[in-house]
């Protein structure tokens, strides 16, 4: 396992996305502050969460356990964003580049579960 997760390639990739999805809902309607922006908030916030939480447990059980909740909460993220897209609440190509950096975190989420596995 990495030294510490911040030398994670899948945290640091799950921390741009965080960015990007504060960014994405900035422009959303305020009536939606305390719901759906915040889901989706919550969510993304979640995913490098759980990744470090797991990784800061020194047991490869346990980083199992958090990498599907991340992976949980990565799967909550696009639902909510393909929402907020039919909602028009964010145009196609912001929806399109959040839903990219979602399929990459996920590749990269898959593989690191898939790695411990074995």
Do not use: C
Not at 7 to 22: E, G, I, N, P, R
Not at 101 to 109: C, F, S
């Amino acid at each position: 396992m990495a030294q510490h997760f911040k030398d994670l390639v899948v945290w640091q990739k799950a921390m741009d996305l965080v960015t990007s999805v504060y960014r994405v809902t900035e422009g959303f309607p305020k009536r939606e502050v305390y719901s759906l922006t915040d889901q989706i908030r919550r969510a993304a916030v979640s995913i490098p969460s759980n990744i470090a939480e797991g990784q800061a447990h020194y047991s490869k059980a346990e980083f199992f356990h958090f990498l599907r909740h991340a992976s949980g909460s990565l799967a909550e993220l696009e639902t909510q964003i393909l929402l907020a897209e039919r909602l028009e609440y964010t145009d196609r190509p912001q929806a399109e580049a959040l839903l990219k950096q979602i399929v990459e975190v996920g590749k990269l989420l898959n593989g690191l579960i898939n790695s411990l596995k074995k």
